[in-house]
DNA sequence: ACCAACGGTTCAAATAATAAACCGATAAGT
DNA sequence: ACTTATCGGTTTATTATTTGAACCGTTGGT
Protein backbone atom coordinates (compact mmCIF):
# COMPACT_ATOMS: atom_id res chain seq x y z
CA UNK A 1 0.00 0.00 0.00
CA UNK A 2 1.19 3.27 -1.02
CA UNK A 3 1.52 6.53 1.27
CA UNK A 4 -2.38 7.82 0.42
CA UNK A 5 -3.63 4.58 1.62
CA UNK A 6 -1.82 5.01 5.09
CA UNK A 7 -2.98 8.07 5.88
CA UNK A 8 -6.27 7.20 4.79
CA UNK A 9 -6.09 4.14 6.88
CA UNK A 10 -5.07 6.74 9.93
CA UNK A 11 -8.99 7.73 9.61
CA UNK A 12 -10.28 4.28 10.52
CA UNK A 13 -8.47 4.34 13.60
CA UNK A 14 -10.99 7.16 15.11
CA UNK A 15 -13.99 4.66 16.04
CA UNK A 16 -17.51 5.76 17.88
CA UNK A 17 -15.79 4.59 21.01
CA UNK A 18 -12.96 6.07 20.59
CA UNK A 19 -12.96 9.58 18.56
CA UNK A 20 -9.81 11.92 19.55
CA UNK A 21 -7.17 10.66 19.60
CA UNK A 22 -3.66 11.97 20.32
CA UNK A 23 -0.59 11.75 18.68
CA UNK A 24 1.69 8.90 20.18
CA UNK A 25 -1.90 6.82 21.01
CA UNK A 26 -2.51 7.21 17.10
CA UNK A 27 1.02 6.78 15.70
CA UNK A 28 0.90 3.01 18.36
CA UNK A 29 -3.01 2.39 16.79
CA UNK A 30 -1.79 2.47 13.56
CA UNK A 31 1.49 0.95 13.80
CA UNK A 32 3.38 3.67 12.31
CA UNK A 33 6.39 5.33 13.17
CA UNK A 34 5.58 8.84 15.00
CA UNK A 35 7.08 11.08 12.63
CA UNK A 36 6.00 9.34 10.03
CA UNK A 37 2.17 9.41 11.72
CA UNK A 38 2.80 13.15 12.76
CA UNK A 39 3.26 13.63 8.99
CA UNK A 40 0.06 11.80 7.39
CA UNK A 41 -1.74 13.95 10.28
CA UNK A 42 -0.69 16.69 8.87
CA UNK A 43 -1.24 16.77 5.85
CA UNK A 44 -4.81 15.10 6.63
CA UNK A 45 -5.50 18.27 8.95
CA UNK A 46 -4.23 20.69 6.09
CA UNK A 47 -7.16 19.20 3.97
CA UNK A 48 -10.11 19.26 6.88
CA UNK A 49 -10.46 15.43 6.77
CA UNK A 50 -8.99 15.71 10.24
CA UNK A 51 -8.76 18.68 12.69
CA UNK A 52 -6.77 19.12 16.30
CA UNK A 53 -9.08 20.12 18.85
CA UNK A 54 -7.82 23.26 20.49
CA UNK A 55 -7.04 21.61 24.78
CA UNK A 56 -5.65 18.69 24.58
CA UNK A 57 -4.02 18.77 21.39
CA UNK A 58 -6.07 15.44 20.26
CA UNK A 59 -6.96 15.27 16.77
CA UNK A 60 -10.13 14.08 15.54
CA UNK A 61 -12.25 13.87 12.00
CA UNK A 62 -12.71 17.04 10.63
CA UNK A 63 -15.05 19.53 8.58
CA UNK A 64 -14.03 18.38 5.26
CA UNK A 65 -15.71 14.73 5.52
CA UNK A 66 -19.45 16.96 6.15
CA UNK A 67 -18.48 19.30 2.62
CA UNK A 68 -17.72 15.21 0.40
CA UNK A 69 -20.80 14.42 2.20
CA UNK A 70 -23.22 16.65 1.32
CA UNK A 71 -21.63 16.84 -2.25
CA UNK A 72 -22.28 13.13 -3.02
CA UNK A 73 -25.32 13.56 -1.53
CA UNK A 74 -26.55 15.59 -3.82
CA UNK A 75 -25.15 13.45 -6.89
CA UNK A 76 -25.68 10.11 -5.19
CA UNK A 77 -28.80 10.10 -2.45
CA UNK A 78 -28.19 7.30 -0.62
CA UNK A 79 -28.22 8.09 3.35
CA UNK A 80 -30.72 10.59 2.91
CA UNK A 81 -32.97 8.93 0.77
CA UNK A 82 -33.28 6.21 2.79
CA UNK A 83 -33.47 7.05 5.89
CA UNK A 84 -37.20 7.90 6.35
CA UNK A 85 -37.29 3.80 4.31
CA UNK A 86 -35.44 2.59 7.59
CA UNK A 87 -37.65 4.89 10.06
CA UNK A 88 -40.79 3.11 8.33
CA UNK A 89 -39.16 -0.21 8.83
CA UNK A 90 -38.48 0.36 12.54
CA UNK A 91 -41.57 1.61 13.59
CA UNK A 92 -43.10 -1.57 11.40
CA UNK A 93 -41.72 -3.71 13.31
CA UNK A 94 -40.90 -2.49 16.63
CA UNK A 95 -37.45 -3.62 16.25
CA UNK A 96 -33.85 -1.52 15.28
CA UNK A 97 -33.37 -1.13 11.20
CA UNK A 98 -30.36 -0.76 10.18
CA UNK A 99 -28.91 0.08 6.10
CA UNK A 100 -25.11 -1.06 5.21
CA UNK A 101 -22.66 -1.10 2.13
CA UNK A 102 -19.90 -2.27 1.21
CA UNK A 103 -16.64 0.33 1.62
CA UNK A 104 -13.35 -1.24 0.20
CA UNK A 105 -14.49 -5.07 1.00
CA UNK A 106 -16.21 -3.59 4.84
CA UNK A 107 -19.22 -3.51 5.88
CA UNK A 108 -19.80 -0.82 7.32
CA UNK A 109 -23.43 0.59 8.93
CA UNK A 110 -24.47 3.67 7.45
CA UNK A 111 -27.69 4.37 8.99
CA UNK A 112 -29.81 2.94 12.47
CA UNK A 113 -33.20 3.57 12.87
CA UNK A 114 -34.61 2.35 16.39
CA UNK A 115 -38.25 1.86 17.62
CA UNK A 116 -39.73 3.15 20.53
CA UNK A 117 -42.23 0.13 21.17
CA UNK A 118 -39.76 -1.95 23.03
CA UNK A 119 -37.61 -0.23 26.34
CA UNK A 120 -35.35 -2.95 25.21
CA UNK A 121 -33.49 -2.35 21.67
CA UNK A 122 -30.56 -3.67 19.82
CA UNK A 123 -27.95 -0.33 19.62
CA UNK A 124 -25.66 0.08 16.91
CA UNK A 125 -23.89 3.19 18.30
CA UNK A 126 -20.79 1.25 18.65
CA UNK A 127 -20.93 -0.68 15.64
CA UNK A 128 -17.88 0.39 12.99
CA UNK A 129 -18.27 -2.57 10.76
CA UNK A 130 -20.14 -5.70 10.51
CA UNK A 131 -18.60 -9.50 9.91
CA UNK A 132 -19.76 -10.82 6.66
CA UNK A 133 -19.79 -14.54 8.62
CA UNK A 134 -21.74 -13.53 11.45
CA UNK A 135 -24.43 -11.16 10.62
CA UNK A 136 -27.45 -11.49 8.38
CA UNK A 137 -26.53 -8.53 6.61
CA UNK A 138 -23.22 -10.01 5.78
CA UNK A 139 -24.82 -12.99 4.51
CA UNK A 140 -27.16 -11.24 2.66
CA UNK A 141 -24.52 -9.11 0.48
CA UNK A 142 -21.87 -12.03 0.68
CA UNK A 143 -24.99 -13.96 -1.38
CA UNK A 144 -24.33 -11.96 -4.09
CA UNK A 145 -20.63 -11.30 -4.58
CA UNK A 146 -18.47 -13.02 -6.86
CA UNK A 147 -16.77 -16.01 -5.85
CA UNK A 148 -13.35 -14.10 -5.48
CA UNK A 149 -14.95 -12.30 -2.86
CA UNK A 150 -16.52 -14.52 -0.85
CA UNK A 151 -13.70 -17.07 -1.34
CA UNK A 152 -11.25 -13.76 -0.09
CA UNK A 153 -13.74 -13.43 2.90
CA UNK A 154 -14.08 -17.22 4.01
CA UNK A 155 -10.52 -17.75 4.06
CA UNK A 156 -9.80 -15.10 6.56
CA UNK A 157 -10.15 -16.41 10.53
CA UNK A 158 -14.15 -16.75 11.12
CA UNK A 159 -14.31 -15.34 14.84
CA UNK A 160 -17.16 -17.39 17.10
CA UNK A 161 -19.14 -14.11 18.31
CA UNK A 162 -21.55 -16.17 20.17
CA UNK A 163 -22.20 -19.57 20.70
CA UNK A 164 -24.46 -19.60 17.40
CA UNK A 165 -22.07 -18.24 15.07
CA UNK A 166 -20.98 -20.21 12.37
CA UNK A 167 -17.66 -21.29 11.63
CA UNK A 168 -17.41 -23.73 9.33
CA UNK A 169 -17.07 -22.10 5.57
CA UNK A 170 -18.47 -25.72 4.30
CA UNK A 171 -21.95 -24.86 6.13
CA UNK A 172 -21.57 -20.88 5.25
CA UNK A 173 -21.70 -22.01 1.67
CA UNK A 174 -24.57 -23.83 1.84
CA UNK A 175 -26.35 -20.84 3.72
CA UNK A 176 -25.24 -18.82 1.21
CA UNK A 177 -26.41 -20.44 -1.91
CA UNK A 178 -29.88 -20.92 0.03
CA UNK A 179 -29.45 -16.83 0.70
CA UNK A 180 -28.91 -16.45 -3.00
CA UNK A 181 -31.98 -18.28 -4.08
CA UNK A 182 -34.60 -17.16 -1.51
CA UNK A 183 -32.87 -13.16 -1.48
CA UNK A 184 -33.49 -13.13 2.51
CA UNK A 185 -30.78 -13.83 4.94
CA UNK A 186 -31.86 -14.94 8.36
CA UNK A 187 -29.47 -15.27 11.06
CA UNK A 188 -30.35 -16.49 15.04
CA UNK A 189 -28.08 -15.45 17.54
CA UNK A 190 -24.89 -15.33 15.41
CA UNK A 191 -23.77 -11.80 16.39
CA UNK A 192 -24.86 -11.46 19.72
CA UNK A 193 -26.63 -14.36 21.46
CA UNK A 194 -29.82 -12.66 22.04
CA UNK A 195 -30.31 -11.21 18.69
CA UNK A 196 -32.13 -12.13 15.91
CA UNK A 197 -31.64 -10.26 12.54
CA UNK A 198 -32.74 -11.34 9.07
CA UNK A 199 -31.51 -8.74 6.02
CA UNK A 200 -31.96 -8.14 2.35
CA UNK A 201 -29.13 -6.98 -0.29
CA UNK A 202 -29.51 -3.73 -1.86
CA UNK A 203 -28.91 -3.02 -5.68
CA UNK A 204 -27.29 -0.81 -7.90
CA UNK A 205 -28.28 0.19 -11.25
CA UNK A 206 -25.91 -2.56 -13.05
CA UNK A 207 -27.78 -5.32 -10.43
CA UNK A 208 -24.87 -5.39 -8.40
CA UNK A 209 -25.39 -5.77 -4.60
CA UNK A 210 -23.50 -3.26 -2.38
CA UNK A 211 -25.04 -3.43 0.66
CA UNK A 212 -28.04 -4.49 3.00
CA UNK A 213 -30.82 -3.52 4.69
CA UNK A 214 -31.93 -5.42 7.91
CA UNK A 215 -33.77 -5.85 11.00
CA UNK A 216 -32.03 -6.72 14.25
CA UNK A 217 -34.68 -8.05 16.97
CA UNK A 218 -34.44 -8.73 20.70
CA UNK A 219 -34.80 -13.05 20.25
CA UNK A 220 -37.03 -13.48 22.96
CA UNK A 221 -39.55 -11.39 21.54
CA UNK A 222 -40.13 -12.61 18.46
CA UNK A 223 -42.77 -14.95 17.28
CA UNK A 224 -43.29 -16.78 14.12
CA UNK A 225 -45.99 -14.41 12.97
CA UNK A 226 -43.57 -11.46 13.43
CA UNK A 227 -41.05 -13.24 12.06
CA UNK A 228 -43.53 -13.87 8.80
CA UNK A 229 -44.45 -10.12 9.04
CA UNK A 230 -40.58 -8.80 9.53
CA UNK A 231 -40.15 -10.81 5.84
CA UNK A 232 -42.85 -9.26 4.43
CA UNK A 233 -41.72 -5.53 5.59
CA UNK A 234 -38.54 -6.29 4.91
CA UNK A 235 -38.87 -6.92 1.43
CA UNK A 236 -40.81 -4.07 1.15
CA UNK A 237 -38.12 -1.94 2.35
CA UNK A 238 -35.27 -3.68 0.00
CA UNK A 239 -37.67 -3.03 -3.23
CA UNK A 240 -38.09 0.75 -2.01
CA UNK A 241 -34.38 1.90 -1.50
CA UNK A 242 -33.16 -0.17 -4.47
CA UNK A 243 -35.85 2.10 -6.70
CA UNK A 244 -35.00 5.07 -4.62
CA UNK A 245 -31.13 4.75 -5.33
CA UNK A 246 -31.74 4.18 -9.65
CA UNK A 247 -30.53 0.55 -8.53
CA UNK A 248 -32.58 -2.70 -9.78
CA UNK A 249 -33.58 -5.89 -8.09
CA UNK A 250 -32.34 -9.12 -10.80
CA UNK A 251 -35.27 -11.01 -11.65
CA UNK A 252 -34.39 -14.12 -9.92
CA UNK A 253 -34.83 -12.06 -7.05
CA UNK A 254 -37.43 -10.17 -7.26
CA UNK A 255 -39.58 -13.40 -8.06
CA UNK A 256 -38.00 -15.04 -5.01
CA UNK A 257 -39.79 -11.97 -3.25
CA UNK A 258 -42.70 -12.04 -4.43
CA UNK A 259 -43.46 -15.30 -3.58
CA UNK A 260 -42.01 -14.93 0.20
CA UNK A 261 -44.26 -11.54 0.62
CA UNK B 1 2.95 19.47 -0.34
CA UNK B 2 3.15 16.09 0.20
CA UNK B 3 1.96 13.19 -1.97
CA UNK B 4 -1.09 12.42 0.63
CA UNK B 5 -1.92 16.25 0.09
CA UNK B 6 -1.97 15.96 -3.84
CA UNK B 7 -4.40 12.53 -3.41
CA UNK B 8 -6.89 14.87 -1.57
CA UNK B 9 -6.56 17.55 -4.28
CA UNK B 10 -8.35 15.64 -6.76
CA UNK B 11 -10.94 15.60 -4.64
CA UNK B 12 -11.45 18.79 -4.86
CA UNK B 13 -11.43 18.77 -8.48
CA UNK B 14 -15.13 17.10 -8.00
CA UNK B 15 -17.72 19.88 -8.11
CA UNK B 16 -21.63 20.18 -8.18
CA UNK B 17 -21.27 21.02 -11.55
CA UNK B 18 -18.65 18.37 -12.11
CA UNK B 19 -19.52 15.64 -10.26
CA UNK B 20 -17.88 12.65 -12.87
CA UNK B 21 -14.99 12.98 -14.10
CA UNK B 22 -12.74 10.53 -16.39
CA UNK B 23 -9.32 9.68 -15.59
CA UNK B 24 -7.20 11.88 -18.58
CA UNK B 25 -9.93 14.84 -17.75
CA UNK B 26 -8.80 14.27 -13.66
CA UNK B 27 -5.56 14.47 -14.64
CA UNK B 28 -5.69 17.58 -17.04
CA UNK B 29 -7.63 19.74 -14.42
CA UNK B 30 -5.74 18.65 -11.42
CA UNK B 31 -2.16 19.38 -13.28
CA UNK B 32 -0.81 16.00 -12.72
CA UNK B 33 0.48 13.37 -14.87
CA UNK B 34 -1.69 10.54 -16.32
CA UNK B 35 0.13 7.52 -14.12
CA UNK B 36 0.57 9.61 -11.07
CA UNK B 37 -3.11 10.58 -11.39
CA UNK B 38 -4.13 7.01 -11.94
CA UNK B 39 -2.13 5.70 -8.78
CA UNK B 40 -3.41 8.34 -6.44
CA UNK B 41 -7.29 7.50 -7.78
CA UNK B 42 -6.74 3.87 -7.05
CA UNK B 43 -5.59 4.71 -3.39
CA UNK B 44 -8.74 6.74 -3.31
CA UNK B 45 -10.93 3.86 -4.97
CA UNK B 46 -9.46 1.36 -2.99
CA UNK B 47 -10.57 3.48 0.21
CA UNK B 48 -14.03 4.27 -0.90
CA UNK B 49 -13.42 8.15 -1.39
CA UNK B 50 -14.01 8.06 -4.76
CA UNK B 51 -15.71 5.06 -6.52
CA UNK B 52 -15.52 4.49 -10.18
CA UNK B 53 -18.95 4.07 -12.23
CA UNK B 54 -19.58 1.11 -13.82
CA UNK B 55 -20.19 2.24 -17.57
CA UNK B 56 -18.13 5.00 -18.35
CA UNK B 57 -15.25 4.35 -16.05
CA UNK B 58 -15.86 7.71 -14.69
CA UNK B 59 -14.75 8.37 -11.25
CA UNK B 60 -17.04 10.28 -8.43
CA UNK B 61 -16.91 10.28 -4.95
CA UNK B 62 -17.17 7.09 -3.08
CA UNK B 63 -19.44 5.92 -0.34
CA UNK B 64 -16.85 6.25 2.31
CA UNK B 65 -17.29 10.03 2.53
CA UNK B 66 -20.96 9.45 4.10
CA UNK B 67 -19.68 7.05 6.56
CA UNK B 68 -17.14 9.87 7.79
CA UNK B 69 -19.82 12.08 7.68
CA UNK B 70 -22.16 10.14 10.13
CA UNK B 71 -19.47 9.52 12.82
CA UNK B 72 -18.22 13.35 12.68
CA UNK B 73 -22.06 14.28 13.41
CA UNK B 74 -22.28 11.71 15.88
CA UNK B 75 -19.77 13.26 17.40
CA UNK B 76 -19.52 17.23 16.76
CA UNK B 77 -23.24 17.67 15.78
CA UNK B 78 -22.60 20.76 12.79
CA UNK B 79 -24.84 20.17 9.86
CA UNK B 80 -27.49 18.48 11.53
CA UNK B 81 -28.15 21.00 14.51
CA UNK B 82 -28.11 23.97 12.31
CA UNK B 83 -30.03 22.89 9.83
CA UNK B 84 -33.41 23.52 11.37
CA UNK B 85 -32.22 26.76 12.49
CA UNK B 86 -31.27 27.75 9.02
CA UNK B 87 -34.46 26.74 7.53
CA UNK B 88 -36.10 28.58 10.14
CA UNK B 89 -34.14 32.03 8.93
CA UNK B 90 -35.41 31.40 5.47
CA UNK B 91 -39.06 30.87 6.30
CA UNK B 92 -38.82 34.33 8.63
CA UNK B 93 -36.92 36.08 6.11
CA UNK B 94 -38.73 34.77 2.81
CA UNK B 95 -34.81 34.31 1.37
CA UNK B 96 -31.82 31.95 1.15
CA UNK B 97 -30.58 31.34 3.99
CA UNK B 98 -26.62 29.45 4.03
CA UNK B 99 -24.26 28.74 6.47
CA UNK B 100 -20.29 28.04 5.70
CA UNK B 101 -17.08 27.30 7.75
CA UNK B 102 -13.66 27.52 6.95
CA UNK B 103 -11.93 24.63 5.60
CA UNK B 104 -8.12 24.64 5.22
CA UNK B 105 -8.30 28.05 4.53
CA UNK B 106 -11.17 27.80 2.09
CA UNK B 107 -14.58 29.22 2.86
CA UNK B 108 -17.15 26.67 2.05
CA UNK B 109 -20.70 26.84 2.19
CA UNK B 110 -21.95 23.98 4.60
CA UNK B 111 -25.65 24.07 4.15
CA UNK B 112 -28.48 25.83 2.89
CA UNK B 113 -32.07 26.56 3.26
CA UNK B 114 -34.68 27.77 0.69
CA UNK B 115 -37.49 29.81 1.15
CA UNK B 116 -40.82 29.09 -0.60
CA UNK B 117 -42.03 32.98 -0.30
CA UNK B 118 -40.83 34.14 -3.54
CA UNK B 119 -40.81 32.78 -7.18
CA UNK B 120 -37.31 33.78 -7.41
CA UNK B 121 -34.61 32.92 -5.14
CA UNK B 122 -30.31 32.69 -4.80
CA UNK B 123 -29.45 29.39 -4.99
CA UNK B 124 -26.36 28.30 -3.92
CA UNK B 125 -26.12 24.84 -5.58
CA UNK B 126 -23.19 25.13 -7.96
CA UNK B 127 -21.12 27.14 -5.48
CA UNK B 128 -18.21 25.44 -3.61
CA UNK B 129 -16.23 28.28 -2.24
CA UNK B 130 -16.92 31.46 -1.49
CA UNK B 131 -14.49 34.41 -1.76
CA UNK B 132 -13.66 36.32 1.33
CA UNK B 133 -13.54 39.42 -0.50
CA UNK B 134 -16.90 39.54 -2.21
CA UNK B 135 -19.33 38.03 -0.14
CA UNK B 136 -21.16 39.04 3.52
CA UNK B 137 -19.90 35.59 4.92
CA UNK B 138 -16.23 35.95 4.14
CA UNK B 139 -15.81 39.79 5.46
CA UNK B 140 -17.85 38.46 8.93
CA UNK B 141 -15.34 35.35 8.86
CA UNK B 142 -12.40 37.38 8.45
CA UNK B 143 -13.48 40.32 10.40
CA UNK B 144 -12.49 37.72 13.06
CA UNK B 145 -9.53 35.60 12.27
CA UNK B 146 -5.59 36.62 12.99
CA UNK B 147 -3.63 38.88 11.12
CA UNK B 148 -1.64 36.70 9.33
CA UNK B 149 -4.88 34.65 8.09
CA UNK B 150 -6.54 38.53 6.78
CA UNK B 151 -2.93 39.87 5.60
CA UNK B 152 -3.00 36.30 3.13
CA UNK B 153 -6.17 36.53 1.83
CA UNK B 154 -5.93 40.51 1.13
CA UNK B 155 -2.46 39.56 -1.03
CA UNK B 156 -3.80 37.34 -2.81
CA UNK B 157 -5.69 38.73 -6.19
CA UNK B 158 -9.19 39.93 -5.62
CA UNK B 159 -11.37 39.05 -8.32
CA UNK B 160 -14.17 41.83 -9.55
CA UNK B 161 -16.78 39.58 -9.52
CA UNK B 162 -19.36 42.47 -10.21
CA UNK B 163 -19.61 45.92 -10.90
CA UNK B 164 -19.92 46.60 -6.71
CA UNK B 165 -17.03 44.42 -5.55
CA UNK B 166 -14.51 45.85 -3.25
CA UNK B 167 -11.26 45.29 -4.38
CA UNK B 168 -9.14 47.49 -2.73
CA UNK B 169 -7.59 45.60 0.21
CA UNK B 170 -7.47 49.01 2.37
CA UNK B 171 -11.09 50.29 1.87
CA UNK B 172 -11.55 45.83 3.03
CA UNK B 173 -9.87 46.89 6.19
CA UNK B 174 -11.94 49.32 6.96
CA UNK B 175 -15.08 47.25 6.36
CA UNK B 176 -13.65 44.02 8.35
CA UNK B 177 -12.75 46.75 11.15
CA UNK B 178 -16.21 48.04 11.00
CA UNK B 179 -17.55 44.34 11.11
CA UNK B 180 -15.13 43.55 14.08
CA UNK B 181 -17.11 46.17 16.23
CA UNK B 182 -20.58 45.58 15.19
CA UNK B 183 -20.50 41.76 14.35
CA UNK B 184 -22.57 41.91 11.23
CA UNK B 185 -21.18 42.15 7.63
CA UNK B 186 -23.70 43.27 4.77
CA UNK B 187 -22.90 43.31 1.05
CA UNK B 188 -24.86 44.63 -1.54
CA UNK B 189 -23.86 43.33 -5.06
CA UNK B 190 -20.43 42.43 -3.81
CA UNK B 191 -20.96 38.75 -5.54
CA UNK B 192 -23.64 39.32 -8.06
CA UNK B 193 -25.00 42.78 -9.05
CA UNK B 194 -28.27 41.67 -7.99
CA UNK B 195 -27.76 39.97 -5.06
CA UNK B 196 -27.51 41.37 -1.29
CA UNK B 197 -26.61 39.44 1.92
CA UNK B 198 -26.05 39.96 5.10
CA UNK B 199 -23.59 38.14 7.22
CA UNK B 200 -22.99 36.86 11.45
CA UNK B 201 -19.68 34.94 12.09
CA UNK B 202 -19.75 31.68 14.89
CA UNK B 203 -18.31 30.74 17.67
CA UNK B 204 -16.55 27.49 18.39
CA UNK B 205 -16.29 26.70 22.55
CA UNK B 206 -12.70 28.67 22.07
CA UNK B 207 -14.24 31.63 20.87
CA UNK B 208 -12.60 31.60 17.41
CA UNK B 209 -15.04 32.18 14.55
CA UNK B 210 -15.02 29.05 12.36
CA UNK B 211 -17.81 29.95 9.81
CA UNK B 212 -20.80 32.38 9.46
CA UNK B 213 -24.50 31.96 8.62
CA UNK B 214 -26.09 34.66 6.39
CA UNK B 215 -29.03 35.78 4.66
CA UNK B 216 -29.22 36.25 0.33
CA UNK B 217 -31.71 38.23 -0.69
CA UNK B 218 -32.32 39.89 -4.34
CA UNK B 219 -31.99 43.40 -3.80
CA UNK B 220 -34.79 44.44 -5.74
CA UNK B 221 -37.18 43.58 -3.19
CA UNK B 222 -35.38 44.57 -0.08
CA UNK B 223 -36.79 47.73 2.08
CA UNK B 224 -34.75 49.30 4.86
CA UNK B 225 -37.51 47.36 6.60
CA UNK B 226 -36.62 44.12 5.87
CA UNK B 227 -33.34 44.79 6.30
CA UNK B 228 -33.89 45.69 9.66
CA UNK B 229 -35.64 42.55 10.29
CA UNK B 230 -33.02 40.45 8.75
CA UNK B 231 -30.76 41.62 10.57
CA UNK B 232 -32.15 40.97 13.70
CA UNK B 233 -33.12 37.65 12.96
CA UNK B 234 -29.66 36.67 11.61
CA UNK B 235 -28.02 37.35 15.04
CA UNK B 236 -30.88 35.38 16.67
CA UNK B 237 -30.09 32.27 14.32
CA UNK B 238 -26.16 32.67 14.52
CA UNK B 239 -26.55 33.18 18.67
CA UNK B 240 -28.12 30.11 18.56
CA UNK B 241 -26.27 27.57 16.13
CA UNK B 242 -22.89 29.18 18.03
CA UNK B 243 -24.51 27.71 21.48
CA UNK B 244 -26.00 24.69 19.98
CA UNK B 245 -22.31 23.92 18.80
CA UNK B 246 -21.10 24.26 22.59
CA UNK B 247 -19.45 27.64 20.91
CA UNK B 248 -19.57 30.73 22.89
CA UNK B 249 -19.71 34.23 21.26
CA UNK B 250 -17.03 37.34 22.73
CA UNK B 251 -18.86 38.93 25.34
CA UNK B 252 -17.65 42.48 22.57
CA UNK B 253 -19.66 40.92 20.20
CA UNK B 254 -22.36 39.82 22.35
CA UNK B 255 -23.25 43.50 23.36
CA UNK B 256 -22.88 44.57 19.95
CA UNK B 257 -25.40 42.48 18.96
CA UNK B 258 -27.68 43.10 21.94
CA UNK B 259 -28.27 46.54 20.73
CA UNK B 260 -28.39 45.57 16.92
CA UNK B 261 -31.32 43.61 17.73
C1' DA C 1 -9.20 1.81 -42.64
C1' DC C 2 -7.72 5.41 -40.31
C1' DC C 3 -6.91 8.57 -36.44
C1' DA C 4 -7.38 10.39 -31.93
C1' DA C 5 -8.41 9.88 -27.36
C1' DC C 6 -9.51 6.87 -23.87
C1' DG C 7 -8.12 3.91 -19.46
C1' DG C 8 -4.43 1.64 -17.93
C1' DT C 9 0.75 -0.16 -17.60
C1' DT C 10 5.85 -0.13 -17.55
C1' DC C 11 10.47 1.19 -15.77
C1' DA C 12 14.64 4.11 -15.07
C1' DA C 13 15.37 8.42 -12.84
C1' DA C 14 14.09 11.69 -9.41
C1' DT C 15 12.04 12.76 -5.33
C1' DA C 16 9.64 12.18 -1.32
C1' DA C 17 8.80 9.15 2.72
C1' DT C 18 10.83 7.05 6.60
C1' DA C 19 12.67 6.13 11.44
C1' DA C 20 16.02 6.98 15.17
C1' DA C 21 17.47 10.30 17.95
C1' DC C 22 16.42 14.49 19.93
C1' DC C 23 13.92 18.76 22.07
C1' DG C 24 11.27 21.30 25.39
C1' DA C 25 7.15 20.92 28.12
C1' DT C 26 4.07 18.71 31.22
C1' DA C 27 2.60 15.59 34.75
C1' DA C 28 3.26 11.91 38.26
C1' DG C 29 5.90 9.52 41.76
C1' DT C 30 9.10 9.70 45.31
C1' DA D 1 12.54 19.38 44.57
C1' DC D 2 14.29 15.91 41.98
C1' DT D 3 13.65 12.05 38.99
C1' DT D 4 11.30 9.70 35.51
C1' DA D 5 8.21 8.99 31.81
C1' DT D 6 5.38 10.61 28.30
C1' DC D 7 3.58 14.02 25.61
C1' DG D 8 3.56 16.75 20.80
C1' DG D 9 6.66 18.02 17.64
C1' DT D 10 11.37 18.42 14.93
C1' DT D 11 15.59 17.12 12.61
C1' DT D 12 18.54 14.06 9.72
C1' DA D 13 20.77 10.78 6.68
C1' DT D 14 19.12 6.69 4.67
C1' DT D 15 15.81 4.44 2.01
C1' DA D 16 12.00 3.33 -0.61
C1' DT D 17 8.45 5.33 -3.18
C1' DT D 18 6.70 8.35 -6.37
C1' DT D 19 7.11 10.16 -10.84
C1' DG D 20 6.50 10.85 -15.97
C1' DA D 21 7.64 9.65 -20.87
C1' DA D 22 6.61 6.27 -23.66
C1' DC D 23 3.76 2.49 -24.60
C1' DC D 24 -0.40 -0.89 -25.04
C1' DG D 25 -4.89 -2.42 -26.28
C1' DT D 26 -9.64 -0.55 -26.97
C1' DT D 27 -13.18 2.45 -28.31
C1' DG D 28 -15.68 5.80 -31.11
C1' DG D 29 -15.89 8.96 -34.80
C1' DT D 30 -14.97 10.06 -39.74
Redesign the pocket.
Same mark, same amino acid.
Given at each position: M /? &? !?G %?ALELLDVFTRSRPLI /? $???LARLAQ $?? %?? &?C? =? $? !? #?ELCDYGLLE #?VGSS =??YRLGPSVLRLAAQREAQVPTRDAAMPILQELANATGETAHMSLIMASVLRPLAVAYSTAYATRVTMEDTDSLPFHATSSGLAVLAFQSEAFVAAQLDKPLVKLAVRTETNPANLRDRLAHITKSGVAESAGAYETDVNSMAVPLFDAFGSCIGAVSVAAIASRQSSEQITHTRATLIQAGRKITKLWGGSVPPAIATAWQTAA
Open positions: /G &T !V %K /G $LSD $LN %KA &TF =R $L !V #Q #Q =RE
